[in-house]
């Protein structure tokens, strides 16, 4: 059996280069809050004072663009994870980490959508986000599991998207802010053991 050959790292940005990265993805960010993540990456380009062939050397397409985005808010939801699985109450714990997830989808207008669609698209740019999430969200949902908090027959990757799904129904709702909470407890109702 033939080994893999090593992946060579990537090379170092050159600092034009860093900064055209850093402007798009600031911009990104920017754009994707004021109108969606289904915002012209023309519009995204132009805002950031580079041509749309740079966009693309940089994210080949939107997915890579919101993967980037996301980075940071997926770094605080799995800090946050790593800090919640050693609570006490394993399903408080759960709780308050879904409510994290749909704050963060909730910052980007269509975040959740794409994050949904790109669920069974292993293709996808997003997958990498995806992953972590989910594998973050597993180690919490099976500590509740094992409390008898929460039914044993309930998926992490159902979970979530039905987290997504409450942002989602919390953005097109923006003049109900009490939307996303009420949905999640009716969510979490229905995972509780009997």
């Given at each position: 059996m033939a080994e893999s050959p090593a992946r060579?790292?990537?090379r170092p940005m050159r600092a034009d280069a860093r900064r055209n990265y850093e402007r798009l993805l600031g911009e990104a960010r920017t754009s994707f809050s004021?109108?969606?993540?289904?915002t012209s990456l023309e519009d995204i380009a132009r805002r950031a004072g580079v041509g749309i062939g740079?966009?693309?050397r940089h994210f080949p397409n939107?997915?890579?663009?919101?993967?980037?985005?996301?980075?940071?808010a997926l770094a605080d939801l799995l800090?946050?994870?790593?800090?919640?699985?050693e609570a006490e109450n394993p399903c408080p714990a759960l709780t308050e980490w879904l409510?994290?997830?749909i704050t963060h989808a909730g910052e980007y207008r269509g975040f959740s959508r794409a994050l949904m669609s790109a669920y069974g698209?292993?293709?996808?740019?997003?997958?990498?986000c995806g992953d972590p999430l989910r594998a973050a969200?597993?180690?919490?949902?099976?500590?509740?599991?094992?409390?008898?908090?929460v039914r044993p027959d309930v998926p992490i990757r159902d979970l979530l998207q039905l987290t997504n799904a409450i942002a989602l129904a919390a953005e097109q709702s923006p003049d109900d802010p009490g939307l996303a909470d009420r949905l999640l407890t009716l969510t979490l109702t229905g995972l509780k053991a009997s």
């Open positions: 060579t790292p990537p004021e109108r969606g993540t289904d740079t966009l693309y939107r997915h890579a663009l919101l993967n980037a985005v996301f980075q940071e800090q946050r994870s790593r800090e919640l699985a409510r994290a997830v698209d292993r293709s996808s740019a997003l997958a990498e969200g597993a180690r919490l949902l099976t500590r509740a599991q094992e409390s008898g908090d």
